[in-house]
């Protein structure tokens, strides 16, 4: 899964498009705790350091000027702005789970980079993590070689596992959580998110016996693509069926801050696009 650099108007007009957003974002930000394993109380600390690990949807997370990672560093900035809070971006164009085995296993003997130029992997894992959130499964299940049958979810699930070991051990977080996998084209009865489900449900059971959080985020933006279609027939949360738009990261981020307890961070995202009135007539990409 290649990063693209692309924009996709998805909406025109500022009373249609203001319209929907409220509409779908009160929907979204009154929606917490629906999630299996996600938490009602904030786990997230002044002087946390977040890393995030992920593939290139975690890369623009930061890359982009919008990215969730950006959106949520921002949010939770306005709650502690005299905190020491830090983001660590580590997502890397077409990363699988188990090539980040690879990856996290390599840099521990030497430096690595991937899609967010000025952060070293082996640097940032050498440092404790206090919270690890770890956004995969996209590019396993773009690849042939992941279905519905037990024996390929079985693997899948091993190997995720397996990461999670790797990461608690090295970088020692007092919380990890695991965010569900987002939309694969913006059908939820395609094939593909046919087998997102089944991956999301084995990714819900090794966040429970794994002591891990679930953060809901294909759960949120499923939510806003279906209150956004009510209003807008071709509203968007993606701009090539696999990378958010400006409205799917939005709803990434904050499905991340609800899973993590961070409900009132989630809501001043809301509240930073709602009273812009130039914001409606800006383009989503």
Known sequence: MKERDMSNKIISGPTVFLSLLITAITLIASMSGEAQNTKSDSTLRPDDRIVFVGDSITGQGWNNADGFIRQIEWALRQKCPDGKMKVIPLGGSGQSVSSWQSVEKNSRVKEAILDVKDVNVKESLDQPAYVVIIMLGMNDLLAPYISEKEADLDAWTGHYKELIAGLRE????????????????????????????????????????????????????????????????????????????????????????????????????????????????????
Do not use: W
């Open 170 to 285: 090295r970088v020692k977080p007092r919380v990890m959580a695991l965010a569900s996998i987002s939309l694969c084209s913006e059908n939820p009865e395609s094939p593909k998110n046919k087998v997102r489900t089944a991956m999301n449900a084995r990714l819900a059971g090794l966040a429970k016996s794994e002591s891990c959080i679930i953060l809901p985020v294909g759960e949120e933006m499923l939510a806003l693509l279906q209150e956004g279609r009510k209003l807008k027939p071709d509203f968007h949360v993606t701009y090539d069926f696999v990378h958010p738009n400006k409205a799917g990261h939005l709803s990434i981020a904050m499905g991340m801050l609800k899973g993590l307890g961070e409900n009132d961070s989630a809501r001043k995202l809301s509240d930073k696009y709602l009273p812009d009135s130039s914001f409606p007539e800006k383009a989503i990409k």
